[in-house]
């Protein structure tokens, strides 16, 4: 795993260099996979918890990228592939949960985080419930801001998120808060839920 | 400003929402996950690229499964030695499968396990979504139903012959004692579980196209249009499993496009080689036969122009309509019976054999008498030979009409 880059880095980043940087895309899948895989395997561990499942998810979405190449392949930057990486490792974790045996869980919400494990079955339940909700109106979110938001949630930080697409952080920014105030008003109560823990 | 800052600098947890929850849970856990398996997933990649190159060569669409080969540690017959052998003979008793036959049944008991000595059989598994696949071929030394025996009490997966199968069969309970007695199976077996598996996750890779079954429809004894279609010498020697994997997918296809105006409210069963499909009684017979016989000859010749000799079909198709009821195991009645009574009749075969036809059609005589000769589309009634049907004590008068044959001249000057 790579180091967690801190605030530092995130102030470090040239906010006036508008422009992305120089950024070929990659011509083959196996070149794209060896150097994204890695983010693809963290923004999955991310929201599944489960390393099985994240190499799992990864295989498969890279899978459909190799079957996708004339598409992939045509993008003009690797930042555009990057994107294209995470939404389809997001697609492949949605897959993962219609499986009826997932049906009952959810990407993050192991028994283990704190905030659950003094809530009685009952209540985990509700909890697991809300947070498949709030999952779901994530994955609908416009697919830019889709790749920001489960970055986000996945743990990345804006500067990481930012460098990772090949966008500002500015823009990062401005993704985060449109996501937030779209799930605000989405789902009202959830977020009210958990905005007080 | 503030939301340029990371959640955890931001004071009170208070101001958290739902998803700084996440992004400091999903921190937590990378910071500790171990990291990702480049090897594994490239090996993917290779795999399924491998598979497209197998299926370019052979013909094959790629979004078809090449059909795995066997590798020497997946044929269990060949790694047990002849005192092992003898000794597995001793618990088993032999049994012989019609082609079509269904070995397992996904969700049922598992209560034995099986060792093809001849034939091929093909395993699917039904999907969520109630789609069957064909996940594996499983062919001559292979074990088969060994997952569940070993592991859990119910069937992963349904096992069907595609042709004859000789195989020795052996109660869970035999094979427990069997593997008692030779703990160095155990470790076969165990390695052809995980080769399987494997084998598996690479399916998940590599799309299997959906196989032969269809809706399960109810039928309270309606009278209902049923049709059973039959390959001729699918099991021949002249073919290999190329082939066959070619006919089955092509006269699903056909038999699916000539019936498209009405295939969605069908009610299909695979036979091995061929289709057993009962329509709704809502939609006339003589429709049925319109798309049929307007459809298939065209399709057959264009089929046969186009594939090798293995893999051409002549088509025995059979219709009668009769009362069906459904049950969970698929559909019956007396008219089932019959339409595989009708195919099977010797004097239908032979035409079928010396005249060379791509298709015959054999209807019963009320199919005849009612729709045939009063519609007269789109063949001729005068088209239709009368036959009588003598089959296993099933007495039937029927008509039979060969499409495309060969003239007798022909077939003489052919031989001479």
Known sequence: ?197 | MDEQRPPRDRGTAGDEDALDRLHLKGRQFTDTAPGFDEKQALGVIQRVREADAAAARTGRRSAQRAQPQSPESSNFWAALTAEQKEDFRMLAYERTFAAGTRLMREGAPADQVIVILDGETEITVQGSSGIERVVAHRGPGQLVGERAALRVSVRSATVICLEQVNALAMTTANFATFLDRHTDVLQIVEDQIYERLTEDAEDIAVRAQPTLSGPKLKRDGQNSTTILSDVVSFGSRARNDEHRRIIRSEVFEMTRASLQAVWDQCHFEDRGDGLLVVVPPSIPTAKILEYLLLALPVALKRHNRTYAEGAQIQLRIALDVGPVTSDELGVSGQVVVNTARLIEARPFKQAMDTRNASLGVIVSDSVYQSVVNQVGYPSDPADYDQIEVDVKQTHLRAWMHLFDPQSPEVIARAAS
């Open chain 1, 1 to 197: 795993v790579p180091a967690l880059s801190r605030l530092e880095d995130a102030v470090s980043i040239d906010e006036s260099a508008k422009e992305p940087p120089e950024d070929p895309p990659y011509t083959d899948i196996d070149s794209l996979i060896r150097a994204e895989g890695p983010k693809m395997y963290r923004l999955a561990v991310g929201l599944l918890r489960s390393d099985a499942d994240a190499q799992d998810v990864v295989q498969s979405a890279a899978v459909k990228m190799f079957r996708n190449w004339g598409k992939v392949g045509a993008l003009d930057t690797a930042a555009r592939q990057r994107g294209y990486c995470l939404t389809t490792v997001g697609n492949e974790i949605k897959q993962l949960h219609r499986k009826p045996v997932r049906s009952r869980e959810f990407p993050s919400l192991p028994m283990e985080d704190d905030w659950v494990t003094e809530l009685d079955f009952e209540q985990w339940h509700l909890h697991a419930r809300s947070l498949r909700k709030l999952w779901n109106a994530i994955f609908k979110l416009p697919e830019m801001r889709q790749q920001v938001v489960i970055s986000y949630a996945a743990g990345y930080e804006y500067s990481e998120i930012a460098e990772m697409l090949g966008i500002s952080v500015s823009a990062v920014r401005s993704h985060m808060s449109n996501g937030r105030k779209t799930l605000r008003s989405s789902l009202p109560e959830i977020w009210e839920e958990y905005r007080h823990g």
